[in-house]
């Protein structure tokens, strides 16, 4: 089993950028896919990217591809994103998510077995 706890969250400007980061507790990490989504008030859960758990292959929603960068530290048993060019848009509580070990990455919330509390990300115009 894993817990999943993200940081990095705030509020930055239009333009700017913000690095989160989940750190996980337990033995699987380093050999599960990770997920990244968001939700926006009023509106559903969406997938932002994920990686598999070697790294090799990652995968990236079109709004955020070229802006935002996932990678990953099974030393560290962290993941991270790297979101540039933020917009206000991209405005949302972003959860971190693992899927059970040895499973593919994927795009699908409900494909995800463990979650993050979420950290908020504010971006002002």
């Known amino acids: 089993q894993l817990q999943l706890v993200e940081s990095g969250g705030g509020l930055v400007q239009a333009g700017g950028s913000l690095r989160l980061s989940c750190a996980a507790s337990?033995?699987?990490?380093?050999?599960?896919?990770m997920g990244w989504f968001r939700q926006a008030p009023g509106k559903e859960r969406e997938f932002v990217v994920t990686?598999?758990?070697?790294?090799?292959?990652?995968y990236y929603a079109d709004s955020v591809k070229g802006r935002f960068t996932i990678s990953r530290d099974n030393r560290k048993s962290t993941v991270y994103l790297q979101m540039n060019s933020l917009k206000p848009e991209d405005t949302a509580v972003y959860y971190c998510?693992?899927?059970?070990?040895?499973?593919?990455?994927?795009?699908?919330?409900?494909?995800?077995?463990?979650w993050g509390q979420g950290t908020q990300v504010t971006v002002s115009s």
């Open positions: 998510a693992a899927r059970r070990p040895l499973s593919v990455p994927s795009t699908g919330a409900a494909e995800y077995d463990y």
């Open positions: 337990g033995r699987t990490f380093s050999t599960s896919s």
């Open positions: 990686i598999s758990w070697s790294g090799g292959s990652t």
